[in-house]
Structure formats: C-alpha cells, structure tokens
C-alpha cells in the first residue's frame, strides 16, 4: 500500500475496505501521520446505539448530541482530533443496514458529506467501511 493514496486529499471518501487490506493501510496512514481511529459497532444496532458508540470511539467532545447533525459537525470540525489526515475504520455497521436501513442511508451520506468538506480543504479524509454498501466503491488496490 503506497503512502500516495492517502494522502491524495481528491481521492479520499468514504470506501468498503477488505479485511485483508486493513492492516496494510493502518500502517500506510500511522506512517503518514495521520490520526486514525477505530468505531466497532456491536449490538443493538439501533440508529441511537450506532451514533453513540461512534461518538465514544471518535472521542467527539461532550457537545456531541447523538444525531447525524452533530455527526457531521464534529466530523468537519478543524479542532476535532486535529491532523495531517484522517482514516476512520468503522465496523459493524451491517446490523444498522439490515434493521434501520433508511438511517443507514443517511449515516453514509454524512460520512460522504463529511468527506467531501475535507477534501476542499485540501485534508485526507478516509472513512473505511468493513462491509460493501450500495454506491460505495472497495478501496483499490494502490
């Protein structure tokens, strides 16, 4: 995995990352100095449950309210976990998809969103996804 296409701010986004892959691509990101942070969804995996587990893992600060508004602020905030970049590993989200898939919809289109405020400011925002979703692209092979 070259360090080259982390640190393409145009080609970050919000990817489905094989298992296989994710090892290498940690190392990549730590090597470029970027932050890296890991959410493990576990069960229930209600729309409530998904956004709170992600606010502790993130470390998003008190403010953060457990809605997808407050999702994409703290994620598009400059003062959140400042860095030359940022590769997010979020698992288990796949009960979300099966139990609330309208809600998994928008929580996708927030990382999207998020990533798309990014990368206009010119910073590496990846957000790697352990299972395929609709109209989300698996990370290639660099």
Same mark, same amino acid.
């Given at each position: 995995?070259?360090?080259?296409?982390?640190?393409?701010?145009?080609?970050?986004?919000?990817?489905? *990352?094989? &298992?296989?892959?994710?090892?290498?691509?940690?190392?990549?990101?730590?090597?470029?100095?970027?932050?890296?942070?890991?959410?493990?969804?576990?069960?229930?995996?209600? &729309?409530?449950?998904?956004?709170?587990? *992600?606010?502790?893992?993130?470390?998003?600060?008190?403010?953060?309210?457990?809605?997808?508004?407050?999702?994409?602020?703290?994620?598009?905030?400059?003062?959140?976990?400042?860095?030359?970049?940022?590769?997010?590993?979020?698992?288990?989200?796949?009960?979300?998809?099966?139990?609330?898939?309208?809600?998994?919809?928008?929580?996708?289109?927030?990382?999207?969103?998020?990533?798309?405020?990014?990368?206009?400011?010119? &910073?590496?925002?990846?957000?790697?996804?352990?299972?395929?979703?609709?109209?989300?692209?698996? *990370?290639?092979?660099?």
């Amino acid at each position: 995995m070259s360090d080259n296409l982390l640190t393409n701010a145009d080609e970050s986004g919000v990817y489905h *990352l094989v &298992t296989s892959r994710r090892t290498s691509i940690e190392s990549a990101a730590l090597h470029a100095k970027f932050c890296v942070l890991k959410a493990d969804i576990t069960r229930p995996a209600t &729309t409530d449950a998904v956004l709170r587990q *992600l606010g502790s893992a993130l470390n998003f600060p008190s403010w953060y309210g457990d809605n997808f508004d407050a999702l994409h602020d703290c994620l598009t905030d400059p003062d959140w976990a400042p860095a030359k970049g940022h590769v997010l590993f979020i698992n288990g989200l796949a009960g979300l998809r099966a139990s609330a898939p309208d809600d998994f919809a928008i929580l996708i289109d927030v990382f999207q969103s998020a990533a798309e405020t990014r990368r206009a400011k010119h &910073t590496p925002f990846w957000v790697l996804l352990d299972a395929p979703a609709r109209g989300i692209q698996t *990370l290639a092979e660099a």
